[in-house]
């Protein structure tokens, strides 16, 4: 997920100024102002998800959504020719970055214990990484003013971001049923004791 994000992640900060440029409606200094509102609404989505998501402990939902969202955002940037629906697609394409935000807190409720948090931080961050490989090379400047190559290749990397999230949030909720019925549901409030994996079966349940 980390890896399909970072794709869309590391592509959109370095060619949204030119892609909107391109439209054919903006110079280049109104181009680097008007990217600024996308982002805007991206900063408040990112702290409303992060809040919505804890209350419901629903991580995988949250993640699918803003992915979905991205995907539809690119597909407008890759098919459409009018400046509307175009800078309309910016808006949607950068809820690639709350998705980012989401899959990194998930990373900490999927892991039980202090090293395991840090060690599939580690991992998630080095694999992660090698999106931006990808990403950066997406929009050749040939491929201009459309430029519908890169734009597909978010999108493909958005929709798998959107399954491999629908598809972990399944597991772990299956996982949770799975010690429900061995150990009994979990009282609110319950005490986890992480002394043993056995004790951590017993009490402890994952946010999906």
Known sequence: MNFCNNVSFAS?????????????SFIEVQSNGIT???????????????????????????????????????????TTTSVGPRYFGTFLAVMTFVNIWITLIWNSDTNSTGSKKAGGLWIMMTVGQCGPLLGTNVFPEEDGPYYRKGEWICCAFSL??????????????????????????????????????????????YII
């Open 36 to 78: 600024a509102p996308p982002y805007l609404l991206c900063f408040i989505l990112i702290i409303v998800a992060s809040i919505v998501s804890d209350r419901l402990r629903l991580r995988g939902p949250c993640c699918a959504l803003f992915a979905i969202l991205a995907a539809i955002g690119f597909i407008l940037l890759g």
């Open 12 to 24: 959109l900060p370095l060619f949204l100024p030119t892609i909107v440029s391109e439209m054919g």
């Open 160 to 205: 798998l971001s959107a399954a491999a999230a629908s598809l972990l949030s399944f597991l772990l909720w299956r996982e949770n049923r799975r010690r429900d019925r061995i150990y009994g549901p979990v009282r609110e409030g319950q005490q986890v004791d992480m002394s043993s994996a056995e004790s951590q079966g017993a009490g402890l349940r």
